[in-house]
Structure formats: structure tokens, C-alpha cells
């Protein structure tokens, strides 16, 4: 039986306005230096979500710019929404709650901020999720930089102090007080600040 269309990835991204993006970069790389690298990794992020081996479907939800710049940037092949309000704990919530309720079984959403995330690591989390209620990739700073659910379970994004090296500690707890089964994904490192900039750079000399 073909698993098409019952496996969906979602990817969180914002339209490369110079500015307005990777801002914590711009003292080190300017405001068009910042929003070029927000455009590279997004880049890379898709190109690693084509080649997942298994069927998937690929939505990028973004902020800023609108749906006619986002396509004109990376093409027409993906479904694109605009993110909700919010923040991010109300923002990946609602993009649970959307594609369960467009039929899917399993959805991870993921960031552009880990250039180490593979199609195969991505492949690897829905593998994770036949038997496993939340899956979690963990992000060197104590966040996570993957999150996967079997349905959608809104207590996972409330209460969580998004933005802190608290936020895996804070939604495994939650997990475990509900009685998830969880599965991990290897310890990788976002590129969040100017002293991260190594961890891209090896993909691009």
C-alpha cells in the first residue's frame, strides 16, 4: 500500500527581506548578508526534503512577503501557507492542527536553522513516528530543531518558554506527564548566532 500523501513536512521559513531575517546575524554579516543566508538555508532545507526516500508531502509555511514571492523564489512545486499568529508554540500548533485535520498521518515540522538535518535524519523521524506518539530532534542549545506527532496534541506548545535553552527539558516533561512514547533524533546544532556561522560555512566553501 502506497504511503503517499500520508506523511507531511513542514517547513518553518521566512521570506528573505533584508532586515527582517536572521537578524542576530547582522552585526556580523549586515542586513543583506543575513537575509542571503536565510535564503541559502532555506534552500538547502528543501533540497534536503526532495530527496526524502519515502513519499511525503511538503509544505513551507512562511512569514513575511506573500505567496506569489515565495513561489516566484522556490518555485511552484510545494504547498505553500502563510503561518499563523502567534508565537511560535501557537504557530506550530496550528500547523499540526492543519494538516491532521487535510487527512495525514504523520507530520514533522522543522526549521531552516540546522544545515546538518539530512533527508535522511527527516526520513528517519517518520520511520520513528510509526511507533512513536512525538518524535524530537534536539538542538544543541536546548531546543529542538524537529518535532513530530502522530496527531495533534496542543498541550505539547503551551506554557513553553520558546526561545530559551529550556524548551526540549520543558516539552519532554510535558510529553512524559501525558504518557507519550518518545523518539530522538541525534544531538545537532542550529546556526542561530555569528559564533555559529562554522557550522554553515562547511557547506559552502
Not at 71 to 82: F, H, T
Not at 145 to 166: C, D, K, M
Not at 168 to 174: F, S
Amino acid at each position: 500500500m502506497s504511503e503517499t500523501g500520508q506523511n507531511c513536512l513542514i517547513i518553518f521559513t521566512r521570506y528573505p527581506e533584508p532586515g527582517k531575517t536572521k537578524t542576530r546575524m547582522i552585526p556580523a554579516l549586515g542586513a543583506e548578508g543575513a537575509a542571503q543566508l536565510q535564503r541559502q538555508m532555506t534552500e538547502r532545507a528543501i533540497a534536503q526534503a526532495k530527496k526524502i526516500p519515502s513519499n511525503c508531502t511538503v509544505e513551507v509555511h512562511f512569514s513575511g512577503g506573500s505567496q506569489p514571492l515565495m513561489e516566484a523564489w522556490l518555485g511552484s512545486d510545494w504547498k505553500y501557507r502563510a503561518q499563523s499568529p502567534g508565537d511560535l508554540g501557537e504557530r506550530m500548533r496550528a500547523a499540526f492542527a492543519g494538516a491532521f485535520a487535510a487527512g495525514m498521518k504523520r507530520v514533522a515540522i522543522i526549521g531552516i536553522d540546522c544545515p546538518d538535518l539530512t533527508a535522511t535524519l527527516m526520513d528517519k523521524a517518520f520511520k520513528q513516528l510509526k511507533a512513536n506518539e512525538l518524535v524530537l530532534g534536539k538542538a544543541q542549545d536546548g531546543g529542538y530543531y524537529l518535532i513530530g506527532l502522530q496527531r495533534s496534541i496542543p498541550a505539547l506548545f503551551e506554557n513553553v518558554p520558546w526561545g530559551t535553552s529550556q524548551v526540549l527539558q520543558k516539552t519532554v516533561e510535558i510529553a512524559l506527564g501525558l504518557g507519550l512514547e518518545i523518539g530522538y533524533l541525534p544531538v545537532l546544532s542550529d546556526v542561530d548566532y555569528p559564533e555559529d556561522l562554522p557550522i554553515w560555512e562547511k557547506y559552502t566553501s
